[in-house]
């Protein structure tokens, strides 16, 4: 069964573009969930999709922004970026609609803002 | 923000000895979770131990849970020095799969 899969693993913008990175859950979750790492403020959740819906959302500017498509993919996206954003974005699914299991996390997005 | 800290922040020992790792957090839990990270990777779950119990025992990890002081912690026993990685402790309330981590205990294991 394949793992977790998060594209693009590295990328490089400049402050003012905007990114998208793409999530693919083990097959049959239908929870997707967002963090961001950074060396200053650790693991922070940005969001969760269950079945295409938002379900929690972490407290992130409205910069950041997600969706879940029906095949439970999942993208999120930064706009205007900031020398901030520069992260390890990193993609969890999960097969339960409540926590009562393991998250699965894919590799990550490293995100470099210059 | 983060649930809470953990402790050490880093912690240096010799294969073979015994690691443990501290986590305080602040709300009431649904569970509490461990997870590894090797550089710059993805976590790996390790462990989840329920609010209703106190241990909880996985291979070489024996994890324990103190609610009414809201703590926890992750011993390694026999480390080897593939258990060279970050390790974070994370718990779930009711919301879903939002989990709140802390800010990681960074654990190198020499040969």
């Known amino acids: 069964k394949a793992g977790v899969t998060q594209t693009p693993r590295y990328l490089i913008k400049t402050r003012g573009q905007q990114v998208t990175l793409s999530c693919s859950p083990i097959s049959g979750h239908r929870s997707v969930s967002w963090y961001q790492q950074t060396p200053g403020q650790g693991l922070q959740f940005l969001f969760e999709?269950?079945?295409?819906?938002?379900?929690n959302k972490g407290n992130f500017p409205g910069r950041f922004s997600g969706r879940q498509f029906s095949n439970s993919r999942s993208e999120m996206n930064v706009s205007t970026l900031e020398l901030g954003d520069s992260a390890l974005y990193l993609c969890?699914?999960?097969?339960?609609?409540?926590?009562?299991?393991?998250?699965?996390f894919g590799e990550g997005s490293r995100l470099t803002v210059l | 923000s983060q649930q809470g800290e953990e402790d050490p922040q880093a912690l240096s020992i010799q294969e073979g000895e015994n690691a443990t790792m501290n986590c305080s957090y602040k709300?009431?839990?649904?569970?509490l979770q461990w997870y590894r990270q090797n550089s710059g990777r993805g976590l790996v779950h390790l462990i989840l131990?329920?609010?209703?119990?106190r241990e909880k025992h996985s291979g070489r990890l024996r994890v324990t849970l103190d609610t009414s002081k809201k703590s926890s912690s992750l011993l390694i026993t026999a480390s080897r020095a593939a258990d060279t990685a970050s390790y974070f402790c994370a718990t779930g309330g009711d919301a879903g799969n939002m989990l709140t981590f802390g800010g990681g205990t960074r654990l190198m294991v020499k040969p």
């Open positions: 999709y269950f079945s295409e819906t938002q379900r």
């Open positions: 131990i329920r609010s209703n119990e």
């Open positions: 969890a699914s999960s097969l339960k609609a409540i926590n009562t299991g393991e998250l699965f």
């Open positions: 709300t009431s839990i649904n569970n």
